[in-house]
């Protein structure tokens, strides 16, 4: 005879990760600043006559992974790094011009709830997730990502000692860790310090976003930036007012998706390829993963097992603009 065993587990040690709804692609029909915005209705013209050209593009690629393919569509608004006008001088400006050229937006986000949304601190929690990749032949002398705000691919150049006359002795180059035949070596910024607060950089604030729309966000296993259906009523005069993600169409594709495309102009490439470096080095939630491994499977569309090559562009080239990509 046999006697069966009790185990018992404190099922708070082990939080559920809820799932959520996925789309098979996320489509983002922009990503602007507000200096942007400022430039009045001509520049969001010219912005989504651009995006207009590409749409029908992705859509057919997105085709041919799935014949019914469900896409949605979002638009990101940046209030976090500086503020023009208000959501209801805003907001119906853009909706109107992407109207005109043809394009809905499904979802709406401010960039603020990348780095907090409903109290939750998302950012810091993205922060200490990232796993930095050692590069080979290292041995901890560099301080940690936690402290330095820095996210490098590879190994620094290190630390050069000069001579009596001035020369520098033993130098270095940088090398990717991962580098074929010749490194890529980037160095991104992750946060700064301003007035005694943090300020979370341009790129990590949109790895944050590319995990919320991969549906890959989570908090003690509960979604975040879950979208608020908009009921139609009158946007706000304060940022603050306005849901951290708005739905605003009766769409049945979901907000998040198995995959991401962003279609923004072609000053962001060197943004992006940062968000990209950060999305390779976060150790995203297990069970997210394995939630979207499971389904994508089952629909018989297999995700990219690199989170980072689940994200897609199309970068559009603007005549004649020369501004920084970063927030001012």
């Known amino acids: 005879m046999t006697e069966a065993q009790a185990v018992f587990r404190e099922t708070t040690a082990e939080p559920v990760t809820k799932s959520v709804p996925l789309s098979h692609l996320s489509l983002e029909l922009g990503h602007l600043y507000m200096e942007d915005f400022e430039a009045g209705p001509d520049r969001l013209r010219e912005h989504f006559a651009e995006v207009r050209i590409w749409v029908d593009a992705v859509r057919a690629s997105a085709a041919r992974r799935s014949k019914r393919p469900r896409i949605s569509t979002c638009f990101l608004i940046d209030d976090y790094f500086t503020r023009f006008s208000t959501p209801a001088e805003l907001i119906p400006m853009v909706l109107k011009e992407a109207e005109k050229a043809g394009l809905v937006i499904d979802y709406l986000a401010r960039e603020s709830a990348c780095a907090v ?51 520098v002795k ?23 310090e ?3 607060q943090r300020l979370w950089s341009c790129p990590f604030l949109a790895a944050v976003w590319q995990l919320a729309r991969l549906g890959l966000l989570r908090h003690l296993g509960e979604p975040v930036l879950v979208p608020q259906a908009w009921t139609g ?34 000053r962001f490439l060197a943004v992006e390829d940062a968000v990209r470096l950060i999305l390779d080095q976060i150790d995203v939630d297990a069970g997210a993963l394995k939630q979207v491994a499971d389904r994508s499977g089952g629909e018989g569309m ?27």
């Not at 936690?146 to 590879?154: P, V």
């Open 117 to 167: 949304a409903d109290r939750i601190e998302l950012a810091e929690s993205v922060m200490h997730r990232l796993v930095e990749s050692p590069p080979p032949g290292s041995y901890g002398s560099r301080p940690p990502v936690s402290q330095t705000g820095w996210l490098a691919n590879g190994q620094r150049t290190p630390t050069m000692s000069r001579s009596a006359l001035g020369e």
């Open 170 to 192: 033993g130098w270095q180059p940088p090398q990717e860790t991962a580098a074929r035949n010749h490194s890529v070596f980037m160095d991104v910024e992750l946060w700064s």
């Open 194 to 196: 301003k007035d005694g």
């Open 233 to 266: 009523e009158e946007f706000p005069h304060d940022w603050d007012r306005l849901p951290p993600l708005i739905k605003l169409t009766d769409t049945t594709a979901a907000f998040s998706a198995y995959r991401t495309c962003t279609l923004m102009p072609n």
């Open 302 to 328: 297999a995700v990219p097992a690199a989170v980072a090559q689940r994200a897609t562009y199309v970068f559009y080239e603007e005549p004649g603009d020369s501004s920084e990509a970063e927030g001012t």
